[in-house]
């Protein structure tokens, strides 16, 4: 059965890992714990880009020959992937043979079908973007320089002139428009369409794609004096990966290719134009997510204003990093990073809102019933855990188009919902005059609970494990859907466990 396959962007080797690359990262590694809760089964790539001049001047910087640098960086990403609970399927380094031999392969494929040929490249070249530039893309500002057209960067370019293996870019403008057109969800999401449609409209030229004058890369195949552009390299990452073709066939198409704005031209353009060339078929889609400022400003190198996922996680724990990320800022949109707001959420939504909640009826469960889990009632009167069931498809709607915040609000309803009903039916005030609708008021809130750590545990985890220690569920597989939960029931069974709040205020 073909697997969903997602993947995140290859990150740069150059700096160590920052909020950035974490959010999606954690975005990808929610979507599969969806997916995989559903028991589709799913195939998350990930990895390090670590070719080209960018790797190479950093390198420098740091006095380290390339390969440890290379290794030592990769490695940061590895283990802050660990710490954050990422699980992925595969981690790709663009320098492992797997991969260079079938870039290889690659190249010497379209330089024998026409689709690559020898030049000379006269032009701009912007080191930091890895990103070629004309003339009229980068015209010179009043001091006379010409910097990087790309607002995110506007680092200053270098002229080059070299000689260059060429990819037949134009020769695809059409049938990428065609692409495009008949696939309406390939650029996703889709208020990012027009921008690509609009460039490839605009004329396609077509790209250099090896270097001469940059030593650290995959050299040409029967050319050894050129390397292979970086980003010809690392976009094939994606079919490189599988060793064999049956693991091919299990993963290819890929179905969602998830990456930041800056890097949408790249996959949505130059990669489906690509594949086209080598005859492959392309991926579903393509999701293009907004970009995070911090505390209002671009992050860079000369702000020092990184911010380090550990130094959050740290204070405020991994699942609430996990969850602010993904709550803060609509999966497409812009966002804004502060101290100030992930506080004010930390302690309104998941401390107040979850945290109190679940405090609240693991204590009531033990005053009232001495501990142990309500079981089944005899009625089984309408209740709140059917209303909760209902929301189901919706939540996973979202969920499905990466609408990790619309799913979010929809659970934070639904956690409301329940702080409500203790409110209202007061059960320490019922449980004087009527206990039988007491434990019954709790059995609901146990399912209720239940539930909710399901739709939690792709964004949190480490939460929901907490919860399910807490609200007495024992079974394996832990049930994640409102059906399993509500299928899965031993009536009056187990005891809860009386555990610190899981989201202490700060
Ligand atoms: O571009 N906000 O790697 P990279 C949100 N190697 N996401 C951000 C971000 C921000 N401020 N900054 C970075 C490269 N990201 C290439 C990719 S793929 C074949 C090659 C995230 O290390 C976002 O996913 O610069 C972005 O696309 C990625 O990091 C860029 O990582």
Same mark, same amino acid.
């Given at each position: 059965m073909k697997k969903y396959y997602l993947t995140t962007p290859l990150y740069y080797v150059n700096a160590a890992p920052h909020i950035g690359h974490a959010y999606t990262t954690i975005a990808a590694d929610v979507l599969a714990r969806f997916l995989r809760a559903k028991n589709r089964p799913v195939h998350l790539l990930t990895g390090?880009?670590?070719?080209?001049?960018?790797?190479e001047e950093a390198s420098r910087e740091a006095g380290l020959p390339v390969q440890e640098f290379t290794e030592r960086n990769s490695a940061a990403f590895r283990e802050l992937w660990q710490h954050l609970d990422i699980r992925y399927d595969d981690?790709?380094? %663009?320098t492992e043979p797997r991969h260079e031999s079938r870039v290889q392969e690659c190249f010497a494929k379209l330089l024998k079908s026409g689709d690559a040929y020898k030049g000379r490249y006269r032009g701009y070249y912007c080191v930091s973007d890895e990103t070629y530039w004309t003339?009229?893309?980068?015209?010179?500002?009043?001091?006379?320089? =010409?910097?990087?057209?790309? %607002?995110?960067?506007?680092? $200053?370019?270098?002229?080059?002139?070299?000689?260059?293996?060429?990819?037949?870019?134009?020769?695809?403008?059409?049938?990428? &428009?065609?692409?495009?057109?008949?696939n309406p969800s390939f650029l996703l999401p889709p208020h990012r369409a027009n921008e690509i449609l609009r460039f490839v409209e605009s004329g396609l030229q077509d790209t250099a794609i090896s270097r001469t004058k940059v030593k650290?890369?995959?050299p040409v195949p029967g050319d050894p004096e050129h390397t292979i552009y970086v980003w010809f390299d690392a976009l094939l990452n994606y079919i490189t990966a599988p060793q064999s073709s049956e693991a091919f066939t299990e993963?290819? $198409?890929?179905?969602?290719?998830?990456?930041g704005k800056e890097i949408y031209r790249f996959h949505s353009v130059t990669w489906p134009a690509m594949l086209m060339a080598l005859g492959l078929p392309l991926p579903k889609s393509v999701f293009a997510h907004g970009w995070w400022t911090v505390d209002g400003e671009k992050m860079s190198k000369s702000r020092g204003n990184f911010v380090d996922p550990r130094e959050i996680t740290g204070e405020f724990g991994v699942d609430a990093f996990r969850y602010f990320l993904l709550r803060e800022m609509p999966f497409g949109n812009d966002g804004n990073f502060s101290l100030d707001s992930l506080r004010k959420r930390y302690n309104?939504?998941?401390?107040?809102?979850?945290?109190?909640l679940v405090n609240r009826v693991v204590d009531m469960v033990d005053r009232y019933l001495g501990g142990a889990l309500p079981g089944r009632t005899k009625q089984d009167t309408p209740s709140l855990a059917k209303e909760f069931t209902a929301q189901g $498809?919706?939540?996973?709607?979202?969920?499905?188009?990466?609408?990790?915040?619309?799913? &979010?609000?929809?659970?934070?309803?639904?956690?409301? =919902?329940?702080?409500?009903?203790?409110?209202?039916?007061?059960?320490?005030?019922?449980?004087?005059?009527?206990?039988?609708? %007491? =434990?019954?008021?709790?059995?609901? &809130?146990?399912?209720?609970? =239940?539930?909710?750590?399901?739709?939690?545990? $792709?964004?949190?985890?480490?939460?929901?494990?907490?919860?399910?220690a807490q609200i007495g569920v024992r079974q394996f597989p832990v049930p994640l859907s409102p059906e399993q939960v509500l299928a899965g029931e031993s009536a009056g069974t187990g005891k809860i466990l009386k555990a610190p709040p899981l989201f202490p205020r700060k």
């Open positions: 390090t880009d670590e070719h080209g001049a960018k790797i981690f790709i380094r %663009t003339e009229t893309d980068a015209p010179p500002d009043e001091k006379g320089r =010409r910097l990087c057209p790309n %607002t995110e960067c506007r680092k $200053p370019l270098q002229e080059v002139e070299e000689e260059s293996y060429f990819f037949k870019l134009s020769k695809y403008q059409e049938p990428l &428009l065609k692409h495009y057109r008949e650290w890369g995959i993963i290819w $198409p890929a179905d969602v290719h998830i990456v309104a939504e998941l401390a107040n809102d979850l945290g109190n $498809p919706t939540i996973d709607a979202h969920m499905e188009e990466l609408n990790f915040c619309g799913a &979010l609000i929809l659970i934070w309803k639904c956690v409301g =919902r329940l702080n409500i009903h203790i409110n209202e039916k007061a059960p320490w005030k019922l449980v004087k005059t009527d206990p039988e609708a %007491t =434990r019954e008021i709790l059995f609901d &809130l146990v399912r209720c609970l =239940r539930i909710v750590a399901g739709w939690i545990e $792709p964004f949190m985890p480490q939460t929901a494990a907490k919860m399910h």
